[in-house]
């Protein structure tokens, strides 16, 4: 076998996963309605005060991201689980990381991304200072993909269970803390105009270190699940 | 050595040599525990600043180490369960779980009780105390991974592959707490923290551990070789072992 | 490409992974930029000029000043080798009290004084700066009495 196949393997695995989204675009908002929805309730809960709320953004919005994102991980192998797709791209000869590597991209970019894009406005409603912005972008940035890729181990490990979204919350938010501490402390800290640099490369250290590991976890977790 | 490893790594091998080795280690562990007990409870002199109430340290700090203890070692025998395909990795891993978890609830509770009279409340983000709560999270996503799935040979499995990416993680998780905390706090001087502890009051300490160490090789051994009659149970051996026994 | 060419790929592409995520946490370690400054620190003029950082040190007693009328305040941080005024407009938080550390982040503003945005104050006597800690070791190496047995 040469280089080809398998980089061919892992586009057209890439564009299927991204039109299989695009039709059906309901499931796609889903989880952003739920972004939007969560991050709503805390102005009615708290009061509508600037003072009170600009304090908790960073927090609030991060804490929703991260639901939303765990809530849509559930539906990232079900499908082929299901019909048995996911069974056959394991038995390919294709390496299983990579496989799996393009189906959380394809993952992120229609559930990740349009979450980013929404996050200013729910800063602006939280009356987050703009100078907090690009801290909140570039954090989200960095941060969403470790979600979905750290995510995806539990996916694998859950997929054969019925009804395992509680236990997949159990599996996976704790693993979420480092992410979660230090993307809302660089919001935050941006907020009070502090430098946030090494904040950005603490995260990045982590999306290195999940694209590296994650994926081959996540294969052999898939493999264990199908038997 | 070789033929050591794989005699541990047949069940019924297993079930014999751990049958002879809990009462040793149950005996050293109550020696120990009575002996750091004393040692703590009544020699040790009252601290400076804390007075007695530093004596639940002889409960907190062991259980504490127990607690990361158990987990790398759960990684570990996962780690050679999914590399060498060892049945009694497999299971010894399981069984250590609860106990692990059990270690780190009770590291908790003992934490938090003794913030009362150090803190004036009962619970604070303190680092330690929140990586210990996170850790026990991680516990208690194990398990409920390993009753969620029915076959027991993928449970395990699956289990194990949990395991070692959660000790890939607690290390970043424990790093991320503790810089958190500081940022929020300062930076804190525990008194513990600095080895300026004295003979009498570490000493204790260090039986406490060994002594709490010996009662997780016993209760392991003891679920294991249950786990193990569970497992093996439709083979000849164990059908002989208990008609023996009737 | 072949079984063993493909592990090969793999455990390279770990080490890569590994290797760039170390040197990423260190040099954000290296950047100092995670913990805040003492008074020292910038009397010595390491603060960073116009910009923001946080400023950590003891609320020194007698020191805190506030305006009536508004919820302006002045105070003085020490670590007990110099000192820095601050001012802060906002509410204070309910650990705040003279003797007790805080952390504070802020700017440099005219005069050597700090001008904060966030006050934040530490648990109580566990959470001492490490000055303190010192020096009530030297008060107990000192004296021969019991220093305070209460927590």
Not at chain 1, 158 to 171: F, K, Y
Not at chain 2, 54 to 78: E, G, N, Q
Not at chain 2, 220 to 244: D, F, G, K, M, N
């Amino acid at each position: 076998m040469t280089q080809l196949p398998m980089f061919k393997a892992f586009s057209t695995l890439l564009r299927r996963d991204l039109l299989l989204a695009f039709r059906h675009r309901g499931e796609m908002a889903n989880p952003l309605m739920f972004f939007v929805l969560v991050v709503s309730l805390f102005p009615l809960a708290l009061g509508p005060d600037s003072r009170t709320l600009q304090p908790l953004a960073p927090g609030i919005i991060w804490v929703a991201a991260l639901l939303a994102s765990l809530l849509s991980l559930e539906g990232m192998f079900r499908s082929d689980f299901d019909d048995g797709a996911l069974e056959l791209m394991l038995l390919s000869p294709q390496p299983a990381p990579l496989l799996v590597l393009a189906k959380v991209i394809a993952h992120w970019l229609v559930t990740g991304l349009p979450l980013i894009a929404l996050a200013p406005l729910l800063g602006v409603l939280l009356h987050l200072p703009a100078q907090a912005m690009p801290a909140l972008l570039i954090t989200l940035l960095l941060g969403t993909p470790v979600l979905s890729l750290v995510g995806a181990i539990g996916v694998a490990l859950t997929v054969s269970i019925r009804r395992g979204g509680l236990l997949l919350s159990l599996l996976i938010l704790p693993l979420y803390v480092p992410v979660l501490i230090f993307a809302a402390g660089a919001v935050g800290d941006a907020a009070h105009g502090l430098q946030v640099g090494a904040h950005f490369m603490i995260l990045g250290a982590m999306l290195v270190l999940a694209l590296s590991l994650a994926p081959i976890a996540t294969g052999a977790a898939l493999r264990i699940s199908i038997g | 050595m070789w033929l050591f490893f794989h005699k541990l790594g047949s069940p019924k091998h297993f079930y014999q040599l751990a049958g002879r080795m809990i009462p040793w280690f149950a005996w050293a562990c109550a020696l120990l525990m009575i002996a750091g007990l004393i040692g703590g409870l009544v020699l040790a002199p009252p601290d400076y600043q804390q007075g007695d109430s530093f004596r639940i340290m002889y409960l907190h700090v062991p259980s504490a180490w127990m607690s990361l203890f158990i987990y790398v070692t759960m990684a570990v025998s996962s780690a050679i369960a999914l590399i060498w395909k060892m049945k009694m990795a497999d299971i010894i891993a399981a069984c250590s779980a609860p106990i692990g978890a059990s270690f780190t609830f009770l590291a908790l509770v003992s934490g938090s009780l003794w913030g009362k009279p150090m803190w004036g409340t009962y619970w604070v983000w303190d680092a330690r105390l929140t990586s210990e709560l996170i850790l026990l999270f991680l516990y208690l996503g194990y398990m409920g991974l390993l009753v969620a799935i029915e076959d027991r040979r993928n449970a395990a499995r699956a289990g194990a592959v949990l395991a070692l990416v959660g000790v890939v993680n607690v290390p970043i998780i424990h790093y991320s707490v503790q810089w958190w905390n500081t940022l929020h706090q300062g930076p804190t001087v525990t008194k513990f923290g600095q080895p300026s502890i004295a003979a009498s009051m570490l000493i204790p300490l260090l039986l406490m551990g060994l002594a709490f160490t010996l009662f997780y090789m016993t209760m392991v051994l003891i679920r294991a070789r249950t786990a193990v009659l569970t497992q093996e149970r439709r083979s000849q051996w164990v059908r002989e072992l208990i008609e023996h026994h009737e | 490409m072949t079984r063993r060419q493909r592990r090969m790929v793999l455990v390279l592409v770990l080490i890569g992974g590994v290797g760039i995520a170390a040197a990423l946490t260190l040099e954000a370690f290296r950047n100092n930029l995670l913990y805040f400054i003492s008074p020292s620190e910038v009397v010595a003029g390491k603060a960073p000029p116009g910009r923001a950082f946080r400023l950590g040190g003891m609320v020194e007693k007698g020191s805190v000043k506030r305006a009536k009328g508004s919820l302006k305040v002045q105070f003085v941080l020490t670590d007990f080798a110099h000192s820095v005024p601050v001012v802060y407009s906002g509410i204070l938080p309910d650990l705040f009290r003279e003797g007790q550390g805080v952390v504070t982040s802020g700017h440099m503003g005219p005069h050597g004084v700090f001008v904060a945005t966030e006050v934040l104050a530490k648990h109580d006597a566990k959470y001492m700066p490490p000055e303190v800690a010192d020096a009530l070791k030297q008060a107990k190496r000192t004296t021969t009495s019991q220093v305070g047995a209460k927590p």
